[in-house]
């Protein structure tokens, strides 16, 4: 009987264990090099690694966590990645997939708490971040608004439209529809550019000003329209544009 199998699977377990960290000096080792110390001393690789736990046959976890922040441009991209893009990454299954959303929310989450304070609601640098994590990295154009209180206390967050990669269509009345729904006495809006340039276009100050006076109408406020991006941010409240 021929051994030319076996052969060929005892060099790919070769190689697979070669691209095991495990396999690696214990000092060099991401998890040993974050007890010893500490996670700001490491890489955005190695502690992305760490999350992903393992690699891939020929790849350890730091040279896949490399392949994913290089394929995202970073790692803002990479957990804000569709649960169905990052499926479809060599290497990545859905455990790796579904841990990276869970971070990602997590995270959002932990920005959205500090918000909690209702004064947080006028600070539009406070309020950019979050949407800066929620929205800065979708690959689509997307609108999206903050329902408020009387009192500047969130009552939810939603995206509304969803675009093609340089435009969305929104509809005033639905944003005043959904308000109505909730109870808002005050809304932000938010919507992203995924080229990267926050400055806002004619059509976003228009649909900002008749947004605004559409609310007024029926008591709600607008308190202030954010451009994001993962470059930055622009706030058409505190240019004066409302």
């Given at each position: 009987?021929?051994?030319?199998?076996?052969?060929?699977?005892?060099?790919?377990?070769?190689?697979?264990?070669?691209?095991?960290?495990?396999?690696?000096?214990?000092?060099?080792?991401?998890?040993?090099?974050?007890?010893?110390?500490?996670?700001?001393?490491?890489?955005?690789?190695?502690?992305?690694?760490?999350?992903?736990?393992?690699?891939?046959?020929?790849?350890?976890?730091?040279?896949?966590?490399?392949?994913?922040?290089?394929?995202?441009?970073?790692?803002?991209?990479?957990?804000?990645?569709?649960?169905?893009?990052?499926?479809?990454?060599?290497?990545?299954?859905?455990?790796?997939?579904?841990?990276?959303?869970?971070?990602?929310?997590?995270?959002?989450?932990?920005?959205?708490?500090?918000?909690?304070?209702?004064?947080?609601?006028?600070?539009?640098?406070?309020?950019?971040?979050?949407?800066?994590?929620?929205?800065?990295?979708?690959?689509?154009?997307?609108?999206?608004?903050?329902?408020?209180?009387?009192?500047?206390?969130?009552?939810?967050?939603?995206?509304?439209?969803?675009?093609?990669?340089?435009?969305?269509?929104?509809?005033?009345?639905?944003?005043?529809?959904?308000?109505?729904?909730?109870?808002?006495?005050?809304?932000?809006?938010?919507?992203?550019?995924?080229?990267g340039n926050t400055e806002p276009s004619q059509a976003d100050i228009a649909l900002t000003r008749s947004l605004s006076d559409l609310?007024?109408?029926?008591?709600?406020?607008?308190?202030?329209?954010?451009?994001?991006?993962?470059?930055?941010?622009?706030?058409?409240?505190?240019?004066?544009?409302?």
């Open positions: 009987m021929s051994k030319q199998p076996e052969q060929k699977l005892a060099q790919n377990n070769t190689e697979a264990s070669g691209s095991v960290i495990a396999n690696w000096v214990e000092e060099e080792q991401p998890r040993t090099r974050l007890s010893r110390h500490g996670a700001a001393s490491m890489s955005t690789a190695e502690l992305l690694a760490i999350c992903l736990v393992s690699g891939v046959p020929g790849e350890d976890a730091v040279q896949l966590a490399r392949r994913l922040l290089w394929e995202f441009g970073g790692l803002g991209g990479v957990l804000a990645a569709p649960l169905p893009r990052l499926l479809d990454i060599r290497g990545v299954g859905m455990a790796k997939a579904t841990l990276l959303k869970a971070i990602q929310e997590l995270s959002v989450r932990d920005v959205e708490s500090q918000l909690s304070g209702a004064q947080k609601f006028e600070d539009p640098s406070a309020v950019a971040g979050y949407l800066r994590k929620r929205m800065g990295s979708l690959p689509h154009e997307a609108f999206a608004c903050l329902f408020l209180t009387a009192k500047h206390e969130q009552i939810g967050f939603e995206i509304l439209f969803r675009g093609s990669i340089d435009r969305t269509h929104v509809h005033a009345r639905e944003v005043l529809k959904r308000g109505l729904e909730l109870n808002a006495a005050a809304i932000i809006v938010c919507h992203n550019h995924p080229s609310l007024d109408q029926v008591e709600i406020r607008l308190l202030d329209h954010i451009v994001v991006s993962t470059r930055g941010w622009v706030s058409l409240q505190s240019r004066g544009l409302i």
